[in-house]
């Protein structure tokens, strides 16, 4: 009977060497699913979330797709108008637009504003 042969396992040399590794964190998730998981979280329905959705990137896009951490009051206003003057939509329209983003920066973004 013929001897089994031994292959030496291939090792990196940090695993060899008995370092550990970090755990990998897990990246963080998109703006528009910490939008979705801050809608279910207040219980709000399927149909708001979808509004919501839809308002905050419209809001993204008006702004030529920039981060809405790094806008404030007064893009908020003018988009806002914008809504009024230019597409004319009414004022529950507005406000509802302006619920959308309020719910973006107040629970999602964590930032307290005067509006």
């Given at each position: 009977m013929e001897s089994a042969k031994v292959y030496p396992l291939k090792r990196s040399p940090i695993a060899s060497s008995g370092a550990i590794?970090?755990?990998?964190?897990?990246?963080?998730p998109k703006l528009l699913d910490q939008v979705r998981q801050a809608i279910r979280t207040l219980h709000y329905s399927p149909r708001t979330e979808e509004t919501y959705i839809h308002w905050?990137?419209?809001?993204?896009?008006?702004?030529?797709?920039?981060h809405p951490a790094e806008m404030a009051e007064a893009e908020i206003a003018r988009f806002l108008s914008n809504l009024a003057t230019e597409s004319r939509v009414s004022g529950s329209t507005q406000n509802q637009a302006l619920n959308a983003l309020l719910c973006l920066y107040h629970q999602v973004l964590g930032k307290r504003s005067a509006m």
């Open positions: 590794k970090a755990p990998v964190m897990p990246p963080k905050i990137k419209r809001f993204i896009f008006f702004h030529n797709k920039r």
